[in-house]
């Protein structure tokens, strides 16, 4: 199943709004579409115990995770911690990392690494910030992130790798990429994963689009045959939204 549609809470929420939000999604999952999986990826500090708890086939992500094994590495929580804890996968990649916090290329190759050494599932992020936008080199970034964070994964491996296609000038900025711009990009990263895999695990994997993406773009952005879901910020911490949000990515 291709299609996910995943909340990225980022730092929002106290764990009791947390705790509710989940309960009340959890309770929600009945009448989600059955071809849509649902992920959140809450704050660190909540992972283990909502991931531990009820949550009705809700997929729980954190949202980033250690480029290092476990060791002497004070403050830093690793892809085996997240296994142990029960998570499912670790965003890895994602624009506010990589600007905020110094996450290059080779950081996030290795914490790709990490994550498949220790069975945890990736959503590994690409997205190309304003300037490369407007000189047209979108494609030539993205490409050089997927090969920098593909370097030594093989086929096998990308069974647990989900791609998130961000473009950065659309990430909390209120301005979506148009579905034509979004259905390219995701074409695009499709061709590139033909041609560094095979086809069939070009057709296996999940790409989802982020960006300000809200019940109100979803149902046109989703249309797209190579756009499987969303990552979505902001209108994840509405839960009506994100319902709304999910029931757009249904293919049924
Ligand atoms: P946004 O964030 O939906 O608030 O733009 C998306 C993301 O950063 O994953």
Known sequence: ???????????????????????????????????VRVMIAPPAPYLSELSGGERNGILIAAQQVSAFSDGAYTGEFTANML?????DFALVGH????ADFGESDEIVAKKVRRCIDAGLGVVLCCGENLASRDNGSQESVIKAQLVSAFEGVSSEEMAGVVVAYEPIWAIGT???????????????????????????IAFRTSILYGGSCKPSNADE?????????GLIGG????????QLIIKSDSSL
């Open 1 to 35: 199943m291709r299609n996910i549609v995943a909340g990225n809470w980022k730092s929002n929420k106290s764990i009791n709004e947390a705790r509710e939000r989940i309960a009340v999604m959890g309770a929600a999952m009945g009448s989600m579409p059955k071809d």
């Open 83 to 87: 296994v142990s804890c029960g998570v």
């Open 95 to 98: 624009s506010e990392r990589r």
């Open 174 to 200: 209120g301005r979506t990429a148009s579905a034509a711009q979004a259905a390219e990009m995701h074409s695009f990263i499709r061709s590139y994963l033909a041609d560094r895999f095979d086809e069939d």
């Open 221 to 229: 952005i989703f249309r797209s045959p190579d756009v499987d879901g």
């Open 235 to 242: 209108a994840s911490l509405d839960t009506s939204d994100f």
